[in-house]
C-alpha cells in the first residue's frame, strides 16, 4: 500500500518512491551545461535513476503522470534555485512529513545518499541539465526517434490532440495518430482542453477519442489495466465494505485492484509490492503482521507507514477486506490444491 488516497473527494497521499515510469521521451529540454564527470555526479545519477525519477521525473522536473497522483506533488528540483545540499540530505534521511516523500536512511547507504544528493544539487538545481531518457535501446526502444518522432510534438504538449485531425499535415496527423494508438499510455494528453480525453493512472489509458470513436481502458490499455479491476465480492459486511473504499483508493495504487501488485506500478516498483493472491508470499501473513506492516510500513520497500494517515478503524476496515478478497480465497483455493493432489496420490498408491 503505497501513494495515499483516502476514500471520497478528498485525497492524502504521502506515497512513495518508485521505479520506471515514462515520464522522459524525445529531446526533451536542452542541456544548458556541460555536467560535472566526478564520480560521486555519476554514482548518483544510477541511484536518481532507479530510485526517483519515478515520481520526480528523469530530469528533476516532475513532469511524471505517478506525480500527478500524488498531493502535495513531488518537488519540482528544476524550479528550486534556493535549494541546499544540507537540505537534500536531511530529507533523504527523514523524509518529508506529509508528502509522498519518505526517508531513504534504510534503503540507501550514506555514500548513496550523498552521491544522488550532489548529483540532484548540481544537475538539477544548479543547471538544469537533461537527464538520461527512457526510451534508450538499453530500455528496449531501439530507434525511438526514428520509428515514433512524429508524435513527440503531442507528447511534449507542442501540438494539441484539440486539433482536428482533417487540418493537419499528413506528417502531423499521423504523428497524432501514432501519439494516441501508443504514447497515451504512458503520457497523458497536454495543452488540450476536451473534457472527453482525460489524464489517467499510469496503467490506465482513460478514454481517448480518434474521431467519433471512444476506446476504453480495458479493451484498448496494455496488460496492466486488467489488474486495476476490483473482483465482485457479494455479501460485503460493512466493515469491509469499508475497507474495501480505503483499498481501492489508496492500496491499489501499487498492490493492483485485484490484489496481485501486477499493475503498471506494482510491475516496476523494486521490491514488488506484495502479491495477497499469491499463496507462497501469504502463507506466514496473519492479522497481526498484516497490521503491523499497515501502521509501520517496511523498511527497504516502498511500504510506507499509515499509523499517522489511518484511524484504528480505518486500519481495522482494510485489513479485514485483505482477508476476505484475497487472503481467504487464495488460501482455501490453495488448500484445496493440496488436498487434491494427495488424493490423487493415495489413488496412484
Known amino acids: 500500500m503505497d501513494a495515499r488516497r483516502r476514500p471520497g473527494p478528498e485525497r492524502r497521499r504521502p506515497g512513495r518512491a518508485g521505479r520506471r515510469a515514462g515520464s522522459g521521451t524525445g529531446p526533451g529540454r536542452r542541456r544548458k551545461k556541460k555536467a560535472l564527470a566526478a564520480p560521486e555526479i555519476e554514482n548518483g545519477r544510477k541511484v536518481y535513476n532507479f530510485r526517483c525519477y519515478f515520481c520526480h521525473g528523469y530530469s528533476g522536473d516532475a513532469r511524471t503522470v505517478a506525480a500527478q497522483q500524488l498531493d ?17 540530505l536531511s530529507t533523504l534521511e527523514h523524509g518529508s512529513p506529509g508528502t509522498g516523500m519518505k526517508s531513504f536512511r534504510n534503503v540507501l547507504s550514506t555514500e548513496e545518499r550523498r552521491d544522488v544528493a550532489v548529483f540532484v544539487l548540481e544537475e538539477f538545481v544548479r543547471r538544469g541539465n537533461h537527464n538520461t531518457a527512457y526510451h534508450t535501446p538499453e530500455n528496449g526502444w531501439p530507434d525511438h526517434a526514428a520509428r515514433y518522432g512524429a508524435a513527440y510534438p ?17 506528417k502531423a496527423r499521423a504523428g ?87 499493475n503498471w506500478i506494482g510491475a516496476f516498483l523494486q521490491p514488488h509490492p506484495r ?34 494517515v489511518l484511524s484504528d478503524a480505518e486500519i481495522a476496515a ?23 493432489l494427495d488424493k490423487e496420490g493415495m489413488r496412484k498408491k
Open 72 to 88: 502535495p506533488p513531488p518537488r519540482n528540483f528544476v524550479q528550486s534555485p534556493g535549494l541546499t545540499l544540507e537540505k537534500i
Open 154 to 170: 503531442f507528447v511534449q504538449g507542442k501540438a494539441s490532440l484539440d486539433t482536428p485531425p482533417g487540418t493537419l499535415d499528413d
Open 176 to 262: 497524432r495518430a501514432l501519439f494516441v494508438e501508443a504514447c497515451i499510455t504512458c503520457h497523458e494528453p497536454r495543452n488540450t482542453a476536451n473534457p472527453t480525453i482525460e489524464a489517467f493512472p499510469l496503467s490506465h489509458m482513460g478514454t481517448v477519442v480518434r474521431g467519433r470513436e471512444q476506446v476504453d481502458a480495458i479493451s484498448r490499455a496494455s496488460t496492466y489495466a486488467s489488474h486495476d479491476v476490483p473482483p465482485a465480492i457479494a455479501g460485503l459486511s460493512e466493515q469491509e465494505t469499508k475497507g474495501k473504499a480505503i483499498f481501492d483508493q489508496n492500496c491499489a495504487f501499487c498492490h493492483a485492484a485485484d490484489g496481485t501488485a501486477k
Open 275 to 308: 502479491n495477497f493472491t499469491d499463496i507462497t508470499q501469504i502463507a506466514e501473513l496473519d492479522r497481526a503482521r498484516l497490521e503491523k506492516a499497515v501502521r509501520q510500513g517496511l523498511p527497504n520497500t516502498s511500504m510506507p507507514a499509515w499509523g499517522a
Open 318 to 340: 482494510v485489513i479485514s477486506y485483505v482477508e476476505r478478497a484475497f487472503l481467504t480465497p487464495t488460501r482455501a483455493a490453495a488448500k484445496a490444491e493440496a488436498e487434491r
